[in-house]
């Protein structure tokens, strides 16, 4: 049986400040190689900026309360879905995955994923689809080269894990959800991962041979969240 990789893709990489063509030409370009090694891909877009700015013209336009804010961000990663499914409209299903509870028709080579409902990022998608089909993997494609103990944006000495346990990472982070929160990976995606004992892998896609070498099993840089 064919592996199923699962690779929640950042809205930051898709989307930063405009679409980011360069980056989605290099993701198509490795995707399909290994596909055509036989591999299976879900692939669960983030909303990134365009959900970002959508929520903050609207807070700043009006009281909103956080589901409204959260189902503007699901939109987002919606239109980016469609975005990828186009890209890989040869191989991939015409359908895109919105709800990760539902039984998955998968017969061709990538399923596209996005939002699915206010309370959480598409990071918990990604377990969800991740469980459903029996995968204890996820890839997590995001703009960070690693986890680290404090933003290294504003702190030079933020020290970088290249392991690290669910219990401390999930220490490292607020414990709840809050629309448009910026952490590696969500607190009620990383309680049920910690639950169902998955490991997840954090690197900066803007490096697509990071990518390359941990899909061909060889060293790379970034972060393992596991159980132990």
């Given at each position: 049986?064919?592996?199923?990789?699962?690779?929640?893709?950042?809205?930051?990489?898709i989307?930063?400040d405009?679409?980011?063509?360069?980056?989605?030409?290099?993701?198509?370009?490795?995707?399909?190689?290994?596909?055509?090694k036989?591999?299976?891909?879900?692939?669960?877009?983030?909303?990134?900026?365009?959900?970002?700015?959508?929520?903050?013209?609207?807070?700043?336009?009006?009281?909103?309360?956080?589901?409204?804010?959260?189902?503007?961000?699901?939109?987002?990663?919606?239109?980016?879905?469609?975005?990828?499914?186009?890209?890989?409209?040869?191989?991939?299903?015409?359908?895109?995955?919105?709800?990760?509870?539902?039984?998955?028709?998968?017969?061709?080579?990538i399923?596209?994923?996005?939002?699915?409902?206010?309370?959480?990022?598409?990071?918990?998608d990604?377990?969800?689809?991740?469980?459903?089909?029996?995968?204890?993997?996820?890839?997590?494609?995001?703009?960070?080269?690693?986890?680290?103990?404090?933003?290294?944006?504003?702190?030079?000495?933020?020290?970088?894990?290249?392991?690290?346990?669910?219990?401390?990472?999930?220490n490292?982070f607020?414990?709840?959800?809050?629309?448009?929160?910026?952490?590696?990976?969500?607190?009620?995606?990383?309680?049920?991962?910690?639950?169902?004992?998955?490991?997840?892998?954090?690197?900066?896609?803007?490096?697509?041979?990071?990518?390359?070498?941990?899909?061909?099993?060889?060293?790379?840089?970034?972060?393992?969240?596991?159980?132990?």
């Amino acid at each position: 049986m064919s592996e199923t990789v699962i690779i929640s893709v950042g809205g930051s990489l898709i989307c930063p400040d405009s679409i980011d063509i360069a980056f989605l030409k290099k993701f198509k370009e490795i995707i399909i190689k290994h596909v055509e090694k036989g591999k299976r891909f879900v692939l669960i877009t983030g909303g990134g900026k365009i959900a970002r700015n959508y929520q903050f013209a609207a807070r700043d336009i009006g009281m909103l309360d956080n589901e409204d804010v959260d189902w503007l961000g699901i939109h987002a990663t919606r239109i980016n879905a469609h975005l990828v499914r186009t890209i890989f409209k040869q191989y991939a299903e015409a359908h895109i995955c919105h709800d990760p509870t539902q039984k998955i028709v998968f017969n061709k080579k990538i399923l596209v994923a996005s939002g699915w409902k206010p309370g959480f990022s598409t990071d918990y998608d990604a377990v969800l689809l991740a469980k459903q089909l029996k995968v204890n993997k996820i890839i997590n494609l995001t703009n960070i080269d690693y986890v680290y103990d404090k933003d290294p944006s504003k702190h030079s000495d933020a020290k970088p894990y290249k392991n690290i346990s669910w219990k401390d990472f999930r220490n490292m982070f607020s414990n709840k959800w809050s629309p448009g929160l910026n952490a590696p990976f969500d607190p009620v995606a990383s309680k049920e991962a910690e639950k169902l004992k998955m490991k997840v892998y954090i690197l900066n896609g803007a490096n697509p041979e990071n990518l390359e070498n941990l899909l061909e099993e060889k060293d790379f840089e970034g972060t393992i969240i596991s159980w132990d």
